[in-house]
């Protein structure tokens, strides 16, 4: 997609902060994050939800996050996470580009998460 922001940082089109890379996702940092460390894993072809990810990179989608996921505790970021991904308008899905939101958490760092 060509205005699709996430296609253009893929693409090296807008610059980010990688902390991840594979054939098929990378991780960057959050540029506006809601706890410190947050990142987004986002899948380097261009899938509007999660419904449109093919099962075949499900898999590997969450060992992108895993991986993340686990330099954020080792780097004294995180003792926990969540993981959040928004699919559609109507669940807050703001770029219409597949990402999954690993948000780090610390005991009582204030953060409401719904679930």
Partial sequence: ??????????KGEIP???IY????FIGILNIKPIAEGQALIISKKHFKTL????????NEMLEASKEVA??????GKAEGFNLV????RSAGQVIDHVHVHIIPRKKDDGLNMLV
């Fill in 1 to 10: 997609m060509e205005d699709c922001v996430f296609c253009k940082i893929v």
């Fill in 16 to 18: 980010c902060t990688k």
């Fill in 21 to 24: 890379d594979d054939d098929n």
């Fill in 51 to 58: 419904l449109d990810v093919p099962s075949s990179l499900g």
């Fill in 70 to 75: 686990l330099k954020l505790i080792k780097e």
């Fill in 85 to 88: 991904v928004n699919n559609f």
